[in-house]
């Protein structure tokens, strides 16, 4: 099994490094070739205004958004949620976001004063905490009904999934701890 990471900007290389600590192929994707060698898709942090305007230029955009419609497993973490989300406030107006999960979000809505916090999040199935480390992250203003909350904050989602699609506010690959995309892999290939 070959998991993509969308390498057009931000914070890919950890994750590529986080999938081979679990023993899978992490790959780097910036072209469609590279895309269709995979079996599922990680969408990193970053800037999603910027990784929005380079999903266009590249060409992928009609790629990734075809291989989600068509099942492919994919997880989102604080940028790549929004670029998931179903509806984004505050976003810049040509930005777009693929609508793969049932969720509105508000870009950087955690505020200045405390746009980077860690938290200790409980999770569901998860024996112990995730230390979620949270960079202007994105607040999640609405779930829909098929989505299944799997963490807050201050009674906030800040992980969801819905089908194969994984969002995260946080950044699941800066803590050191690969249950999150163990997780994410274990729905992804043994479903
Ligand atoms: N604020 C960024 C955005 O709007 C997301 C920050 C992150 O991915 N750490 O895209």
Do not use: W
């Not at 999938?19 to 060698?37: F, H, I, Y």
């Not at 929004?82 to 999960?101: E, K």
């Amino acid at each position: 099994m070959k998991v993509g990471v969308l390498a057009l900007q931000g914070a890919f290389a950890r994750h590529v490094q986080m999938l081979g600590d679990l023993g899978v192929s992490g790959t780097e994707v910036r072209t469609a070739d590279e895309l269709s060698d995979v079996d599922a898709l990680v969408l990193p942090g970053g800037e999603s205004t910027t990784m929005s305007m380079l999903l266009d230029s590249s060409g992928l955009r009609d790629e990734v958004a075809d291989r989600i419609s068509g099942g492919m497993p994919v997880l989102g973490t604080c940028a790549g949620m929004i670029l998931l989300a179903a509806h984004v406030a505050d976003g810049r107006p040509d930005q777009r976001s693929f609508a793969a999960i049932d969720i509105d979000v508000r870009r950087n809505g955690y505020g200045r004063q405390v746009d980077s916090f860690e938290s200790d999040l409980d999770v569901t199935d998860l024996d112990e905490p995730f230390h979620g480390v949270f960079i202007r992250a994105p607040v999640v203003d609405r779930v829909g009904d098929g989505v299944e909350v799997l963490a807050t904050v201050d009674g906030r989602p800040v992980l969801c999934s819905q089908g194969s699609v994984v969002v995260a506010s946080f950044h699941p690959e800066m803590a050191g701890d690969g249950r999150i995309h163990g997780r994410f892999l274990d729905m992804a290939f043994d479903a």
